[in-house]
């Protein structure tokens, strides 16, 4: 089960993902509403909390999950304030039912992830892709556009054609063909 809590809130705020199963995490806290009470809505307890990069629109409930729960955060950078355990690149971790492999991919921030699992024809883009071709933003501080096709390059070398779900960092996730949705987020970030 992988379900967004942002979906329908009206505040500047990344998509939060609950995927549930035999690990339940959190893929990115969030910002800007009680995202406690929303996890509380649908399951008991979590196992951790799994973050594709720091931006404060991603992490600013991260404190207020980890407390409510008891759990720990893990990212790529545990330097980072609030992350409690790095996830290194190619690591395998468990989200919900399923194993994935974490992909560094920089270009948007540094310390940038995304989650695929071929089992379950799932990635978790985080900002680096987005439906229609999007792409993540390169104007910010860490931002570089040269990275960030390299790192888009990268996960298309990984993901398949018949890869069922996208889930990003912003917008509606893809379940209508996503590879295409990457293989063009590849093109357009060249282009501009």
């Known amino acids: 089960m992988i379900d967004n809590l942002a979906?329908?809130?009206r505040a500047f705020t990344s998509n939060v993902y609950l995927v549930g199963g035999e690990r339940t995490v959190i893929v990115d806290p969030g910002a800007n509403?009680?995202?406690v009470d929303r996890i509380r809505d649908r399951v008991d307890d979590l196992d951790a909390v799994v973050l594709t990069h720091t931006h404060s629109d991603?992490?600013?409930n991260l404190e207020a999950v980890t407390d409510a729960f008891d759990v720990d955060a893990w990212g790529y950078d545990p330097s980072i304030e609030g992350v409690d355990h790095a996830i290194e690149d190619e690591e395998r971790i468990q989200l919900g039912d399923h194993e994935y492999v974490a992909l560094h991919t920089p270009g948007h921030k540094d310390d940038h992830l995304c989650f695929h699992s071929a089992d379950a024809g799932v990635l978790f883009a985080g900002d680096l892709v987005f439906q229609n071709g999007s792409f993540g933003r390169t104007d910010l501080a860490e931002g570089d556009r040269d990275t960030l096709i390299e790192s888009i390059d990268r996960v298309l070398e990984r993901i398949s054609s018949d890869l069922a779900e996208l889930h990003t960092g912003h917008g509606p996730s893809v379940t209508n063909q996503p590879y295409d949705h990457v293989e063009l987020a590849a093109q357009m970030?060249?282009?501009?």
């Open 7 to 9: 979906q329908g809130v």
């Open 33 to 35: 509403f009680d995202v």
């Open 58 to 60: 991603h992490v600013e």
């Open 189 to 192: 970030a060249r282009q501009m």
